[in-house]
């Protein structure tokens, strides 16, 4: 199968084709998200359109964001010989033949082939192994596709010969656009019948498609198609409608109204209660709601230093942790790391002494001396010697226990306590070591002498 596989579906009627088909987009100007890979000026959207896509790229991402429909789109603008595999369905025999073509073409026409592999990680090593010596020579150029991460799921040599573009689920707005552009079609969506969608049914696909525009498609279609007309003729789609079109009921979720700020608000407390299974619900609904699971991980790294502190110092780190992990999984395995994060963070021992940096915040605001840091202090590379900056410092790895008495507060602040360790978790430890510190300060005040 060479390119007249995509060039075939794009000539027949498209009435006969599912909506989410008929509704690809043409160009590169009509394709929706996907703008920091493929924006203006972005290199791989300069390589399609100028036809100078000559190394393999492999393209990552979550079902429907528009993998297959870029691999379209650079069939369309190429001038080379554009095939097609699905690692489903093809074996090595198809690609021998394939190679086999495309060594005749170049040979003999000084023509490139574009090979195009759907799913490309559900070939085994040994099926990947047989493509690797095509791309290293330039036989072929690999366009792989993937939803799975393929630096797991591709043989090392292959990624590193290959471009790995992460293509992101599609935002809210993104599928918003595109719902909307169906409706209005007039050739290739229902721009010609009248139908009408209810706002909170289209603002539930949007949120409930989890940014797949498949599945928003998918969903409208059989809404619209499974929907009498009216006595008017109208076609009238209601919330109930939809949400049995996707089968997913809606959650009572307004992302800009109270029930967001009320259900992160229940989810952090929760957290910050040590209650997990609260916490647990509360994420739930946020997630089935559509809720960015950015969003509540970043509510949670926030709550990780200001609830938790140093009496669990490793709470920051799984919060980040999580984070980090989600943005390479995303939905819906993120779940996994949003729940883990949740959960050890409402199970962590509690403390909120990292507030004392207020209390540090407002002695700087009521202190009009700008030349506050003690001599010994100040840096000596630079006035050392003529303003006798640094001198008298004291360095505390040269002492017993890697601890000297010395000032470091400014002269008017000296005996300030900002911090006040809590006695949970870890930060028993550090009150208990503070305070021997402390009692050496008090019991040997600084007398400025050196």
Known sequence: MNMDLFDHALANDVTAQPLAERMRPRTLDELIGQEHVL??????????????????????????????????????????????????????????????????????????TVLFI????????????????????????LIGATTENPYFEVIAALVSRSRVFQLRPLEPHHIRRILEAALTDPERGYGKRNVALAPEALDFLTQAARGDARSALNALELAVESTPPDESGRIVIALPTVQEAIQQRAVLYDKDGDAHYDTISAFIKSVRGSDPDAALYWLAKMVEAGEDPRFILRRLLILAAEDIGLADPQALVVAHAAAQAFEWVGLPEGVYHLAEATLYLA????????????????????????????????????????????????????????????????????????????????????????????????????????
């Not at 759907?118 to 150029?141: F, M, S, Y």
């Open 39 to 112: 924006g203006p000026g972005k290199v791989l959207r300069r390589a399609i359109e100028s036809d100078r896509l000559f190394s393999s790229i492999i393209l990552w991402g979550p079902p429907g964001c528009g993998k297959t429909t870029l691999a379209r789109l650079i069939a369309r603008h190429t001038r080379g010989a554009f095939v097609t595999l699905s690692a489903v369905l093809a074996g090595k025999a198809d690609l021998r033949k394939i190679i086999a073509a495309a060594q005749e073409r170049r040979k003999y026409h000084r023509q490139r």
């Open 118 to 141: 759907d799913e490309v990680h559900r070939w085994n090593k040994a099926q990947q192994d047989a493509l690797l010596p095509h791309v290293e020579n330039g036989t072929i150029t």
């Open 347 to 450: 199970t962590a021992p509690k403390s909120n002494s990292a507030k004392a940096y207020f209390a540090a915040r407002e002695a700087v605001r009521n202190n009009a001396n700008p030349d506050d840091v003690p001599r010994h202090l100040k840096d000596p590379s630079r006035d050392g010697k003529a303003l006798g900056h640094g001198k008298g410092y004291r360095y505390p790895h040269n002492a017993a226990g890697h601890f000297v008495v010395q000032q470091y507060l400014p002269d008017g602040l000296q005996g300030a306590r900002f911090y006040t360790p809590s006695d949970q978790g870890y930060e028993r430890t550090i009150a208990e070591r503070l305070a021997k510190w402390r009692e050496k300060v008090s019991v040997q005040p600084w007398q400025g002498k050196t």
